[in-house]
């Protein structure tokens, strides 16, 4: 079974801008050469082209909407939009935004409108990494959107919410891919073993169980990884006495070298890996949190910017309930600055489990939540005369200072006095929780305020 797509510009002739034209099916790598044709063939992505699948009915109905196919590497973007263009048998012409520009697009419309006049036939302008066009290049590409020019598939591995101009988003249908599972690579790598005519069968590839196990796993659910490092091992092995090209764990992990982790310092898998280290921290599961810490630096995360999220934490998750927190993520943003990388990821670890393993309070998240609220929907009020200090002659004649009372002069150094404005004197902000070191200053406040710390506002 040929698995290469017969819609792609090598075998169609197209002459777009970013298009193949002469190349042989044999020289395209082999994860070219094993492109799905139809839906049949393809593997993945089964919540959105699944029979029944609302994408899946328009396609085959040929009414095919503007797309943007959001996912990561390997997961199938190109080739889907592919696969609709097979499907629908319209004439398939693939940009970069890396390296296209306005006058590539205006070429690519005048040959769609050229070709729809003379043969019908309907251009499905295909735009790679559409998140590396800028505002201006993806307004330019909104007129033949609406107009129908051209139907739009847009792809892209970043979020489109952040990275796709609103009028754009709003002419188009956004489908997310999802990485491709185990079973799926499994299905690919073995289909490319088998196929005969543009697979590897004719070297007669035999891949062990324990080099198939860690092929998949080093793939990391990216196809095209999986592919290239079958293709580079079934190259480098000399047939054997039964003719046949052995291929073990040793021939994958050199094919592999260091395994490919995905990230993106500055994309979504960044902002997810962070998010994740912070609520699993607040979930108090120190093995999670330790995972997704390693995860980050691993990939090569600018370790002082972990150091400064975990003392945000300190402050924010932790808070009060244990002050020694803030010092500990302090000390290790020092340390971590003295000592760099690698040496100073088991700082980062200590820091991280000691905040996961500490008593969790938000209660000075939300009290200065609270504040702000305040500050920004009450009148500002001016300082109270008692709470001024007075350090001329004219100022204590207007009262700055007058019936202030020094703490240090009463009993327990504590004495009660008005410290905020008239229109909020009764306000509450700090609510501490029963956790930690705030079981001691829930004492403290309710012997000095008493009654004060039954107010809930």
Not at 101 to 129: H, M, N, S, W, Y
Not at 344 to 369: D, M, R
Not at 372 to 401: F, I, Q
Request: hydrophobic letters at 40%.
């Amino acid at each position: 079974m040929t698995l290469f797509d017969l819609g792609s510009p090598e075998l169609q002739g197209d002459k777009g801008p970013g298009a193949g034209s002469e190349k042989s099916i044999s020289s395209l790598p082999l994860a070219a050469r094993m492109r799905p044709r139809n839906f049949n063939e393809y593997v993945g992505q089964r919540h959105i082209i699944g029979e029944g699948k609302v994408l899946r009915k328009a396609i085959e109905s040929d009414q095919i909407p503007s797309l943007i196919l959001w996912g990561p590497p390997g997961s199938g973007k190109t080739t889907l939009a592919r696969v609709i263009a097979n499907v629908s048998k319209s004439y398939f012409v693939p940009l970069s935004a890396v390296t296209a520009g306005v006058a590539d697009l205006r070429r690519v419309v005048d040959e769609a409108l050229r070709r729809r006049k003379t043969t019908g036939q309907r251009t499905i302008l295909f735009i790679d990494e559409i998140h590396r066009f800028n505002k201006g290049q993806q307004d330019a590409i909104l007129p033949y959107v609406e107009n129908g020019d051209v139907t739009f598939i847009g792809a892209t591995t970043e979020n489109p919410s952040f990275e796709v101009i609103s009028a754009l988003l709003s002419r188009s249908r956004v489908f997310m891919l999802e990485a491709l599972s185990d079973e799926d690579i499994k299905t690919i790598i073995l289909r490319a073993l088998r196929d005969r005519e543009v697979g590897l069968a004719g070297l007669n590839v035999h891949l062990s169980d324990e080099a198939l196990e860690l092929l998949i796993t080093l793939a990391n659910g990216d196809a095209r990884v999986a592919l290239n490092a079958l293709e580079m091992s079934a190259q480098a092995v000399s047939p054997a006495d039964d003719s046949a090209r052995h291929i073990s764990v040793s021939e994958i992990e050199e094919s592999m070298q260091k395994r490919a982790l995905l990230y993106d310092k500055s994309g979504d898998q960044h902002y997810d890996a962070i998010s994740a280290l912070h609520k699993t921290m607040r979930g108090s599961d120190p093995d999670a949190a330790l995972y997704w810490l390693g995860r980050m630096l691993e990939a090569g995360e600018d370790p002082l910017y972990i150091a400064r999220r975990l003392i945000r934490f300190a402050s924010e998750d932790v808070g009060m309930a244990d002050p020694q927190a803030l010092v500990v993520c302090v000390a290790a943003q020092r340390a971590v600055h003295f000592v760099g990388m690698p040496e100073c990821n088991v700082i980062l670890a200590q820091a991280v489990v000691y905040l996961a393993t500490a008593p969790k309070s938000n209660s000075l998240y939300t009290a200065y939540t609270r504040v702000k609220g305040d500050v920004e929907a009450t009148r500002n009020d001016p300082v109270p005369l008692h709470l001024r200090n007075a350090p001329t002659k004219l100022m204590k004649n207007m009262g700055y200072g007058k019936g202030y009372k020094y703490a240090h002069d009463y009993e327990g150094h504590f004495v009660e006095q008005q410290n905020l404005p008239d229109s909020i004197r009764d306000k509450r902000y700090y609510f501490p929780s029963d956790q930690g070191f705030e079981k001691t200053i829930v004492a403290r406040l309710r012997a000095w305020w008493g009654a004060r710390m039954d107010r809930k506002e």
